[in-house]
């Protein structure tokens, strides 16, 4: 700004421009991979399914562009903050986070959010893709959460002043449309609630800091079928779904309930850091026959309850100096903690694929080439349940090895 001479009035427009313009960010990144499979059409959660006749391929996982605008008072506290950032791939172009934020300064405790974005639930899901080691979200993640993202409005209390005692303590709470970005529009007047009591990153000693939070979702859809599958166990001990058809389940509410922990250490060491990190989710998830997924729209064909559960672990290491990292990951999703194996499959039981657990186990290597570039190497090692099911009576040849550039603006 030495350089505009603000006395002629070209300068003052320059410098009026510059002033309104000068809180602007533009930043984005864009992750070109190659990956191998473990055979043609495999199936999963490592950047989607392999098409039918292949078992390698390039492709471009994310491309984006994130614009942000923030508005600050006179006292330099922040006021308002508007975030625009969507998605470009070879599959198309897609809207990812749509959102506002006025923040209160009186106390400068709360702000108010309305728009697209992360559901406030878990570390995982919050972690941005850019910054996450591994280069996908853990298949429970990216099942009961798809895209992340919903549309809604939520309150938050994170004390701003450095001296606050409650500054190490955000709490988040609002109230979304529940089917996330998979529908087009808003299909019932039900909205789920979500909620995180977080922890943020405190010293416990000179070298370690600890951080963690629990959350809760309560929500579900309208029922437009009077028919809803619940596991039942008969008088032999075998468990099969069993159709409640009362006329009453139309119009009424489905459960989607979900409860989780998380949390994380990290360790300051010579070579850089070393961190753990883990989270727990478990509760119930009304869906359809074929999968666990929350519906794109209202059900024309009878709905499914089951009780879920999943994790993950996160170890992290960097090694000779902070440009290298290896990684390993273990998580698991079971879609239904009520039927286990051989009783998946079984004749009469009315069961298939959607209630199949699954391992994963991941092994990754990241060298961090500079603040701009990032290379990933990492292998999934994924373990199914042997089930009566034809195909999956054995562990299905479904690995996948991904080599991943990030370019980071």
């Not at 979702?217 to 166990?233: C, D, E, H, K, W």
């Not at 993950?312 to 990951?329: P, T």
């Not at 990032?374 to 042997?386: R, T």
């Amino acid at each position: 700004m030495d350089m505009v001479d603000t006395s002629k009035n070209m300068g003052k427009g320059l410098l009026s421009l510059y002033k309104k313009f000068d809180r602007i960010n533009i930043g984005g990144y864009i992750q070109p991979e190659f990956q191998v499979a473990g055979e043609k059409g495999a199936k999963g959660y490592a950047g989607g399914d392999f098409a039918q006749y292949v078992s390698n391929r390039f492709m471009i996982r994310r491309g984006r562009i994130r614009f942000e605008y923030a508005r600050f008072t006179e006292e330099n506290k922040p006021s308002v903050q508007f975030v625009f950032q969507f998605d470009g791939t070879e599959r198309g172009v897609f809207i990812r986070d749509f959102w506002g934020r006025y923040f209160e300064n009186k106390w400068e405790l709360f702000s108010f959010s309305m728009g697209m974005f992360a559901r406030p639930f878990g570390y995982e899901i919050n972690l941005a893709s850019s910054d996450r080691e591994s280069p996908e979200r853990g298949r429970m993640s990216q099942i009961l959460m798809k895209t992340e993202r919903d549309l809604g409005a939520m309150i938050s209390f994170e004390p701003r002043k450095k001296d606050h005692p409650l500054r190490h303590l955000k709490i988040d709470a609002g109230f979304f449309n529940g089917q996330g970005l998979t529908a087009a529009a808003d299909y019932d007047n039900y909205k789920d609630f979500i909620g995180r009591v977080g922890l943020k990153p405190v010293p416990l000693a000179r070298n370690l800091t600890f951080s963690g939070g629990v959350s809760i979702l309560q929500g579900g859809f309208m029922q437009n079928t009077p028919t809803i599958y619940a596991v039942r166990t008969g008088f032999n001990g075998d468990k099969f779904f069993l159709p409640d058809s009362s006329l009453t389940n139309v119009g009424r509410r489905t459960p989607r309930r979900y409860y989780g922990a998380d949390m994380q250490w990290k360790i300051k060491g010579g070579w850089g850091y070393t961190e753990f990190r883990a989270e727990y989710i478990r509760g119930t998830q009304t869906a359809i026959a074929s999968s666990s997924e929350t519906p794109t729209a209202l059900l024309q064909e009878p709905a499914y309850e089951r009780h879920f559960d999943g994790a993950y672990f996160y170890f992290l290491q960097n090694i000779v100096n902070r440009q290298h990292q290896v990684c390993i990951k273990y998580d698991w999703y079971d879609p239904n903690t009520d039927l286990k194996g051989p009783e998946i499959g079984k004749p009469g039981s009315n069961t298939n694929a959607a209630n199949i657990k699954f391992s994963t186990l991941g092994l990754g290597y990241i060298y961090y080439c500079n603040e701009n570039m990032k290379l990933v190497w990492w292998y999934d090692l994924i373990k199914n349940e042997k089930t009566l099911l034809p195909g999956y009576t054995e562990d299905v040849k479904d690995n996948v090895l991904t080599c991943r550039l990030q370019f980071r603006f």
